[in-house]
């Protein structure tokens, strides 16, 4: 990217000073679009902070305001931190009164901005938030009202009315970086946005769009030499299903994929630790092959591989539109293991329709799958905002289900958090009660 064509320190945009929340869910959506600024010549080296918490960012506010500068406060939270983000808000507010503007972005504020903008943020960016963050620093620096950007929703001061401007522009992922270099915020390397499958749990496809757009090798590799110069040695991938890398549809490019990690191993070094198919992406169970098996046991240094199971039960699989079958997770394991790999299956309990007997048919798998040599990553279903089942109810999970999970957990066979996320369903249907109804957007 070309350097800014003027001096920042004599521009009108070394006013505005850019501080992130750096707390909780949002972190990468933050280091993204704050790195974003740096890729825009207009908007490089603009003055950003990161707060990691809500002391920290009132510190940082009342900076900004005693040097006489406008500050953009960014947030970014999932659904389930929705509310805690929102009691941090109203204390940094009560604090600072209104010398910032506050701008929620991020899956919870796309899918619910009304939500979102009644509980006191001054503005949502809609979906990707990138070119709307360089738009909104150009705004604040030009003293335009941001208000009327495109990809952002405000409330009318008039009526409370939600006044949208619809989803933010997006580009092509080798437009803007994957982590913020200049202030050394790595993560997961974005390789692929946005997905084709459609289940109905998930608010991916829904954020993001129902296809994928990928990163480039070659951008990828950018970035991984960069990492390595820096003295990274640790690369992980952001994607929502690992195989799909390089694919249109749901036929894995396992080419694509191999000339990658090929790629990614010759920039990292054969000293880095290289991990795909692993936390924070999964694998889904039809797109494990032996050749897929022989790439990642080639490049990569995971012996673990995440994979998407969720139910024993042939019926919710359908319902909940995976889009593959019991039978797909057993062979899934089984090349796995064969392959030297120890699977990890995530499970997902409590999804709507769900009846007893089909969680009877998910523990059933679960430990015949731990008895293959896997293990289950364990999950609650939470109506997440913006998904076709936010309006549905959870299953309950009786006693039964939750002393068989607790058998494979006592054993070290299965571990996760779907207690705390049975708590936070309820709280989504608590908030979703509450909820005030859906205004007509412009
Ligand atoms: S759960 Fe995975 S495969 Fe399904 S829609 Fe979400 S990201 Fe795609």
Request: one cysteine or more; aromatic letters at 6%; proline letters at 6%.
């Amino acid at each position: 990217m070309a350097s800014a064509p003027w001096d920042m320190r004599a521009s009108p945009l070394d006013k505005p000073v850019v501080v992130a929340m750096h707390t909780r869910s949002g972190l990468v959506g933050l280091n993204v679009v704050t790195a974003a600024l740096d890729a825009d010549a207009r908007t490089q080296g603009l003055d950003v902070r990161f707060a990691k918490g809500s002391d920290a960012m009132i510190d940082a506010l009342r900076d900004v305001a005693s040097a006489g500068r406008r500050a953009i406060a960014l947030w970014s939270f999932y659904s389930p931190d929705f509310a805690a983000t929102a009691r941090d808000l109203a204390a940094v507010k009560e604090a600072t009164g209104a010398s910032a503007l506050h701008v929620a972005g991020g899956v919870h504020a796309t899918a619910e901005p009304l939500a979102t903008l009644s509980r006191g943020w001054d503005l949502v960016a809609i979906g990707e938030g990138e070119h709307t963050t360089i738009e909104l620093a150009l705004a604040v620096a030009s003293g335009r009202d941001p208000r009327a950007l495109p990809g952002t929703a405000h409330l009318d001061p008039a009526g409370g009315r939600l006044v949208s401007h619809g989803p933010g522009e997006r580009r092509p992922l080798d437009d803007y970086p994957p982590f913020n270099a200049r202030h050394r915020k790595w993560n997961a390397l974005e390789i692929t946005r946005g997905c084709v499958y459609a289940c109905s749990f998930c608010q991916t496809p829904y954020m993001f769009k129902a296809r994928f757009r990928h990163r480039s090798v070659a951008d990828v590799r950018r970035h991984v030499d960069q990492m390595r110069e820096c003295g990274s040695r640790f690369v992980r991938f952001l994607t929502p299903t690992s195989l799909s890398y390089g694919s249109a549809d749901t036929t894995p490019d396992l080419d694509a994929v191999d000339a990658l990690l090929a790629s990614v191993r010759e920039g990292a070094g054969a000293d880095a630790k290289i991990f795909f198919g692993t936390f924070p992406s999964e694998i889904r169970p039809e797109h494990i092959t032996p050749r897929a098996l022989e790439i990642l046991a080639r490049w990569c240094d995971n012996r673990t591989l995440v994979i998407g199971g969720q139910s024993g039960s042939d019926r919710i699989l359908e319902a909940t539109r995976r889009g593959h079958t019991v039978d797909d997770v057993v062979r899934a394991v089984e090349l796995s293991v064969k392959a030297g790999f120890r699977p990890d299956v995530d499970f997902l309990l409590g999804l709507p329709g769900e009846d007893e007997s089909d969680r009877v048919a998910s523990m059933t798998l679960a430990e015949r799958l731990v008895g293959m040599g896997a293990r289950i990553h364990s999950h609650a279903f939470m109506p997440l905002p913006g998904t076709p089942l936010r309006d549905a109810e959870p299953s309950p999970i009786e006693p039964e289900t939750a002393l068989a999970m607790a058998r494979l957990e006592s054993k070290g066979k299965a571990y996760g958090q779907w207690r705390r996320q049975v708590v936070t369903a309820e709280d989504l249907v608590r908030a979703r009660r509450g909820r005030a109804p859906a205004a007509k957007a412009d």
